[in-house]
């Protein structure tokens, strides 16, 4: 009986003994499991998701149609700091106003980061389109592209093309009636964008694109409902019969042989190019899509610039004096401008970067991780959207002193904290390939209205959504100036 005892006792001890164990293991694997739920949790930034399905995507739109859309951003920027996590058009959103963390998703590649766009958009511009495809392809063709714009053939060539415009355009202007800038600055733009991408100038065919173009980009920010009568329809179509014409270009520049070593339009570029990726159809739906500058960067870059030197008596007379000299200098030794010269005025280009600052024509970019990323102790979760908001970078009195000032003269700094807190155009590889192209007949049409024209504007504010752009095109009433044309 005493036996049975002392053996019973030591099987329950060992019994206990083992069961404790293996509690032991089990909490200890409970621990840790928690422990890296928690830091998983502590990782992920600050913010609210707002209510089902819709997350906080009105609340967004509402602020973005006020005169100070960043608000919606501020609001949040105070309560959970410069990154903070939100739900804004269908999907759960990283949002970063950090400059830093900004950059490193700009810098990122395709195995990190992919682009991403609102339904609509991605069905209008297709899956061919190089704003949505990565790897080789997109950095091919990105650049072929952004070398053709850098040559100083094609510098030359958009130089001739946008001062023949220009002054055609302001030949027209009457005294007596109000010129309205953003809707001349897009004709204007949109005749040299097309001639740049596929060679036409002007007559029927132009006429027909800039048509189906209006009907096209009507639909870029539409809901993304595709059924006869819908916007997004509309839209499509209007895509379709656009891509035809393209492709009966293309078409006619093989018949014709032109493959020669030099290429006078991006088809060509493309079209010479020996990768068999580069199909005629992947070409004529690229050729839309990079129209799209035409109606939305460049226009705006040039009004908003008028905007604000309307505004800024002094920068004005600046700008004006800069002009005349070179005209006048030019007068005197017989020459006419080239593109190095429009380049060469120091305040035009400060002119130029203060309104990209100030008016964030792209107001920010938007991409979806591919994988869990940390960037500055911040988790993106995979599946997530990011958006890099350059807005609010650019306004952010801790790189710009009174921000929402218009000063061109700060960049006359040599504070290298203005520049590389300044992405008006993206960045890394998926940067704009025309921003040298953009500043340059923005530097063009300056240098004609401010030598031949004084003027004075009419009251007019700034929508910022869905595109930022004048209320009432920037209605102005001219005055010709007692001088010879440049």
């Known amino acids: 009986m005493y036996n049975y005892s002392v053996w019973s006792s030591l099987a329950i001890a060992i019994f206990i003994i083992i069961f404790h164990k293996k509690l032991f293991i089990i909490i200890i694997h409970r621990v840790k499991r928690y422990a890296q739920s928690n830091k998983t949790i502590s990782l992920l930034p600050l913010g609210n998701l707002g209510w089902p399905y819709i997350g906080e995507t009105l609340e967004y739109i509402s602020s973005a149609y006020t005169h100070s859309p960043e608000s919606f951003m501020d609001k949040r920027r105070h309560m959970y700091g410069k990154v903070f996590k939100s739900h804004i058009f269908g999907s759960p959103t990283i949002i970063s106003?950090?400059?830093?963390?900004?950059?490193?998703?700009?810098?990122?590649?395709?195995?990190?980061?992919?682009?991403?766009?609102?339904?609509?958009?991605?069905?209008?511009?297709?899956?061919?389109?190089?704003?949505?495809?990565?790897?080789?392809?997109?950095?091919?063709?990105?650049g072929l592209i952004g070398s053709f714009f850098k040559s100083p053939?094609?510098?030359?060539?958009?130089?001739?093309?946008?001062?023949?415009y220009v002054q055609k355009s302001m030949d027209n202007w009457q005294e007596n009636c109000p010129v309205y800038i953003q809707h001349q600055a897009k004709n204007i733009a949109f005749q040299v964008l097309v001639k740049a991408l596929i060679g036409i100038d002007g007559g029927e065919k132009l006429d027909i694109l800039k048509i189906n173009f209006q009907e096209f980009i009507a639909g870029l920010m539409s809901l993304p409902?595709?059924?006869?009568g819908t916007t997004l329809y509309r839209s499509l179509q209007a895509k379709k019969r656009m891509v035809k014409l393209i492709q009966n270009i293309i078409q006619e520049k093989r018949e014709k042989n032109i493959m020669s070593t030099v290429n006078d339009d991006v088809a060509d570029v493309l079209l010479n190019d020996t990768s068999k990726e580069l199909t005629?159809?992947?070409?004529?739906?690229?050729?839309?899509?990079?129209?799209?500058?035409?109606?939305?960067?460049?226009p705006v870059l040039i009004t908003l610039a008028i905007k604000y030197l309307s505004d800024s008596p002094l920068a004005l007379q600046q700008l004006t004096e800069e002009n005349m000299t070179l005209k006048r200098l030019k007068e005197k030794q017989g020459e006419t401008l080239v593109w190095s010269d429009y380049l060469s005025?120091?305040?035009?280009?400060?002119?130029?970067?203060?309104?990209?600052?100030?008016?964030?024509?792209?107001?920010?970019?938007?991409r979806k991780s591919?994988?869990?990323?940390?960037?500055k102790g911040y988790l993106i979760p995979k599946?997530?959207?990011?958006f890099v908001y350059f807005r609010s970078v650019h306004l952010d009195d801790n790189h710009y002193d009174f921000p929402h000032q218009f000063n061109p003269w700060r960049w006359q700094s040599k504070d290298t904290n203005n520049y590389c807190n300044f992405t008006p155009f993206g960045g890394g590889?998926?940067?704009?390939?025309?921003?040298?192209?953009?500043?340059?007949?923005?530097?063009?049409?300056?240098?004609?209205?401010?030598t031949q024209f004084k003027w004075v504007a009419e009251e007019d504010s700034i929508i910022n959504f869905p595109t930022v752009r004048m209320k009432k095109g920037m209605p102005v009433w001219i005055k010709r100036r007692e001088t010879k044309q440049c």
């Open 429 to 450: 590889q998926r940067l704009c390939p025309g921003l040298d192209l953009a500043r340059l007949e923005a530097s063009i049409f300056l240098h004609h209205f401010t």
């Open 345 to 366: 005025l120091p305040f035009t280009q400060n002119v130029i970067s203060e309104t990209l600052r100030l008016g964030n024509i792209i107001i920010g970019v938007m």
């Open 280 to 298: 005629d159809e992947l070409i004529s739906d690229n050729m839309i899509d990079f129209m799209i500058p035409g109606e939305d960067s460049v």
């Open 153 to 164: 053939h094609i510098k030359a060539r958009i130089t001739h093309d946008m001062k023949k």
């Open 370 to 375: 591919v994988k869990d990323v940390e960037i």
């Open 225 to 228: 409902i595709n059924f006869p």
């Open 383 to 386: 599946g997530w959207c990011t």
């Open 97 to 142: 106003t950090d400059a830093e963390v900004n950059r490193s998703i700009l810098q990122s590649d395709a195995k990190t980061f992919v682009p991403f766009y609102p339904k609509s958009l991605t069905e209008l511009m297709g899956k061919s389109s190089i704003l949505l495809i990565n790897g080789s392809l997109q950095r091919r063709i990105h």
